[in-house]
């Protein structure tokens, strides 16, 4: 094991950058410590972070010793101390999100390359296991990789592919003294009974050790994975986001496969933190195929809209819009040179003279993007939301114009059209609406004129 770090620094160290090590004091990370301290080929600057967790009574003594330890070799020492009755939920999540997020304000505020762990291949059979049990997609049955990146920061695992009993070995050859943590035996926690039951029970009832099988099914995993991230590689430029939320455009390509989609789905609900179920994943991919038009799921705080081979991804935010919109009620357009909120939209308006070739339309894809505008005869006009049955020039409903459209139905209330009078009840007529694309009237070249731009604002 002597070059095992020294090989690993040569592929992931950039040369400068200082690394940060946690110790637990347990023997994988110990073990780790004193292999990079004894790694004189390629020697990056070192510091140590420790989490006590508060569970035991030895955890502020053991502490202590790791603190020693580490100005003994001129380590800068970094320590976090958890009070496991301020934590909410599952203690090993609970800790687990303590521990990335004190790993990430470190690496923010001294400029480390990376957090190296002293995960090994024992941890990656549990690993895949557990996923193997929770039904998890299969490139996601990788488990674990040397380096990852979690939340913009880097993680190494130089002994991931390194048996426990290797490292145990290791301990005893160099005669070093971890910490017994008799937590990790615990089996009220999920990764203990893994380890002390259900593993040992797998390989006695198979008849022999389970944990490299899975180990190379993580490994299949990982390749299988990055042959379908190429496969779908040309899809990237498919994905928009904008302060809507996010869309993925394949009307002009779609995967013909059934398992890139999915892959493809996955990577584009994953990129913006959102985790589908496999019934909502599975809806989704159904709906794409059938090119089927206007559908919604929820999930979360998000809101997935599937229309004609699009799936746009809302906020939150978005919904709250809606409910606190004006609604049916009629807002004055501002007057030239003044500006107004409507729900999340910016109005401004400018007066200005016709030219000779009538101005740009924005259509629905435009008011995805954020903006909407027009230029009008001058006049009074008033903005509100449209309803279905409202009368368009002609005495055709708008809904009939955006059906035939195929304007996205989500987006028809996001947006407001524009009316030349305020009726007190029966049906409103519309001068014009922002998502067709369509020029309902005229303007005369050179005549005075009102430019109305809506931006919207989150």
Same mark, same amino acid.
């Given at each position: ?173 160099? &005669? =070093? @003294? ?6 990790? %035996? *615990?089996?009220?926690?999920?990764? +203990?009974?893994?380890? #002390? ?120 935010? &978005? =919904? @709250? ?6 609604? %049916? *009620?009629?807002?004055?357009?501002? +007057?030239?040179?003044? #500006? ?119």
């Amino acid at each position: 094991m002597k070059d095992l770090i020294y090989h690993f620094l040569q592929r992931q160290w950039d040369g400068i950058s200082p690394v940060l090590i946690a110790v637990s004091g347990g023997p994988d990370s110990l073990a780790l410590l004193h292999m990079f301290l004894h790694e004189k080929r390629l020697h990056p600057t070192l510091a140590i972070a420790h989490i006590d967790h508060g569970w035991r009574k030895e955890s502020r003594a053991e502490s202590e010793q790791l603190e020693a330890l580490a100005k003994e070799h001129k380590i800068p020492f970094h320590i976090q101390r958890l009070d496991p009755s301020q934590l909410k939920g599952n203690l090993e999540a609970a800790c687990r999100e303590e521990r990335l997020n004190f790993f990430k304000t470190l690496l923010k505020s001294y400029n480390y390359q990376a957090v190296v762990l002293g995960h090994h291949s024992d941890d990656q059979a549990e690993t895949v296991l557990k996923k193997l049990f929770e039904y998890t997609a299969i490139p996601a049955l990788k488990g674990m990789q040397e380096e990852s990146i979690h939340e913009g920061f880097v993680l190494w695992r130089p002994l991931l592919n390194t048996p426990k009993k290797e490292i145990l070995k290791y301990i005893n050859v160099h &005669d =070093l @003294k971890p910490f017994d943590d008799v937590t990790n %035996r *615990d089996t009220r926690f999920l990764r +203990a009974r893994m380890r #002390e039951k259900l593993l040992p029970e797998l390989s006695e009832l198979f008849g022999k050790d389970i944990k490299s099988a899975l180990c190379r099914i993580g490994h299949d995993a990982t390749d299988f994975s990055s042959y379908l991230d190429k496969k779908i590689a040309i899809y990237s430029t498919c994905i928009e986001e904008n302060a809507f939320g996010s869309k993925l455009d394949l009307r002009k390509m779609c995967p013909e496969e059934t398992l890139e989609l999915k892959h493809l789905l996955r990577t584009f609900f994953k990129r913006y933190g959102l985790q589908l179920s496999l019934e909502a994943l599975q809806t989704s991919l159904t709906l794409l195929m059938k090119n089927a038009a206007n559908k919604q799921i929820k999930s979360g705080n998000h809101l997935l809209h599937i229309d004609r081979k699009i799936a746009f991804l809302t906020r939150d935010i &978005d =919904l @709250k819009g809606i409910a606190t919109s004006p609604s %049916r *009620d009629h807002i004055p357009v501002p +007057a030239p040179g003044e #500006e107004l909120q409507w729900a999340d939209w910016h109005v401004s308006v400018t007066q200005g003279i016709a030219a000779e070739t009538p101005s740009y339309t924005t259509d629905w894809e435009d008011v995805w993007d954020g903006v909407a505008t027009v230029t009008l005869p001058l006049g009074q006009y008033y903005l509100a939301n449209a309803a279905p049955n409202d009368q368009f020039p002609g005495n055709s409903p708008i809904s009939k114009l955006w059906n035939n459209l195929k304007v996205p139905t989500f987006l028809r209330d996001r947006v407001p059209v524009v009316l030349n009078h305020c009726p007190h009840e029966g049906k409103q007529t519309i001068v014009h609406e922002f998502l067709s694309g369509r020029r309902h009237f005229s303007t005369i070249p050179g005549c005075k004129v009102l430019n109305l731009v809506l931006i919207r604002k989150v």
